[in-house]
């Protein structure tokens, strides 16, 4: 499956799609989704944080540096909880390395003037952060560019 990126709603999509077929047996949602979502096992909710301003593009796209984090969730009723997360965010991490979840069959499955090469910026413990009782959680954070808006060298892209 290809996709097209034009805002950053469908890059979520994507990134949620492509982590579920990766991770199957993996729950993988929305972090806005969390509220009534019952976890019972391992999941991953992927949250979005800040956005700056990059530089304009060479082709007059507009780039945005989006700062993302999957949070890996584990109950703690689970052996080895702590554990299990740390596995789960480490296979995320290596997914995001170079693109690497959009990669199918050698094939890059994302437009590479629109999706730039994500930054892992760490990968550590956000059980506090998400204050979910019973839970541990392991986050990895990236900062992904998106090159959004029409080149100047294509009038009929959108």
């Not at 950053?8 to 199957?24: K, T």
């Not at 700062?67 to 109950?75: K, N, R, S, Y």
């Not at 965010?89 to 437009?111: I, K, M, P, W």
Request: net charge negative; glycine share 6%.
């Amino acid at each position: 499956m290809s996709y097209i990126i034009t805002t950053p709603s469908e890059f979520h999509d994507a990134v949620v799609a492509q982590l579920a077929a990766r991770l199957p047996t993996i729950s993988v949602t929305g972090y806005e989704e969390w509220g009534p979502v019952d976890i019972t096992g391992p999941c991953v909710l992927v949250q979005w944080e800040d956005s700056l301003r990059g530089n304009l593009r060479n082709d007059g796209r507009y780039h945005h540096l989006f700062m993302l984090t999957a949070h890996c969730v584990v109950p703690k009723t689970l052996p080895r909880a702590a554990l299990i997360a740390l596995d789960l965010a480490t296979e995320v991490e290596r997914l995001l390395d170079h693109r690497a979840l959009f990669f199918v069959n050698d094939e890059l499955q994302v437009r590479s003037d629109t999706v730039g090469v994500p930054t892992v910026l760490n990968n550590g413990d956000t059980t506090f952060l998400l204050g979910l009782a019973g839970m541990e959680a392991r986050g990895v954070q990236w900062q992904q560019p998106l090159y959004l808006g029409p080149s100047e060298f294509d009038p009929h892209e959108l």
